[in-house]
């Protein structure tokens, strides 16, 4: 079956800090990959997303991540983390062979001033 | 383009009180989803529609819960008997593409918060 974690639920950072954040999932076969960043009070929006090519792939603000299919793994990361950048970031898997899209459980970053 | 639309943005209805959510797509937009997020289960698929038609209704947590799309831009999400445990965000999101919901960005609208008392 098709899941994604998220190992970090709860990522406090002060301003300048690098972030990663991890992202796992397990299925066997192709997949598409997506970050979707959630600010307070907002809506889910698309950070980036990977469907093939270069597995480095950058997103809007400053935000990249990385394709390692031999992990599994899909981080998200930024050198250097500004006050609005708090948020919840989600990771999702998606396959057009199971026509699924499942999503992280969320990783809520706090970035202090 | 306005994106997707929802209303009411908030809805708090007492125990036993039908609840309707509403959901206007991205026009152009074949797939159209319902999510509920709460703190406890994080962000999860009720239903989805392709072309009007629904696809998965899996994650429908019971019978209280039906969804219906009469139209390509318009859907509604109704729960009856509403219940304390109901209350949450609700997202509808739309996509384009032909190849699932896995294959294409999704189009979040900025959710209803449903409290039941």
């Known amino acids: 079956a098709q899941s994604v974690s998220q190992h970090n639920h709860h990522v406090i950072l002060s301003e300048a800090a690098s972030l990663e954040l991890g992202c796992n999932y397990s299925y066997g076969g192709t997949v598409n990959l997506f970050w979707y960043v959630q600010y307070p009070g907002q809506h889910l929006q698309l950070l980036l997303k990977?469907?093939?090519?270069?597995?480095l792939v950058k997103g809007i603000k400053g935000f990249e991540a990385e394709f390692i299919k031999s992990k599994f793994s899909f981080n998200l990361r930024k050198p250097s983390v500004q006050w609005s950048d708090t948020a919840e970031y989600f990771c999702?898997?998606?396959?057009?062979?199971?026509?699924?899209?499942?999503f992280g459980q969320g990783t809520t970053l706090q970035v202090k001033p | 383009d306005a994106g997707v639309i929802q209303s009411p943005r908030h809805e708090v209805t007492e125990m036993g009180q039908e609840v309707t959510l509403r959901c206007k797509p991205i026009s152009g937009h074949d797939y159209l989803f319902w999510y509920r997020q709460t703190m406890m289960r994080g962000l999860e698929l009720l239903i989805y529609f392709n072309n009007n038609v629904p696809i998965d209704d899996s994650g429908m947590p019971e019978d209280r819960f039906s969804a219906k799309m009469p139209n390509a831009s318009f859907s509604t999400l109704k729960i009856q008997p509403s219940e304390p445990r109901d209350s949450a965000v609700y997202f509808c999101?739309?996509?384009?593409?032909?190849?699932?919901?896995?294959?294409?960005?999704?189009?979040f609208g900025p959710g209803t918060r449903l409290t039941v008392l």
């Open positions: 999101a739309s996509s384009r593409l032909a190849g699932g919901p896995g294959t294409d960005t999704q189009y």
């Open positions: 990977y469907f093939s090519g270069d597995p």
């Open positions: 999702a898997v998606g396959s057009s062979n199971t026509g699924k899209l499942i």
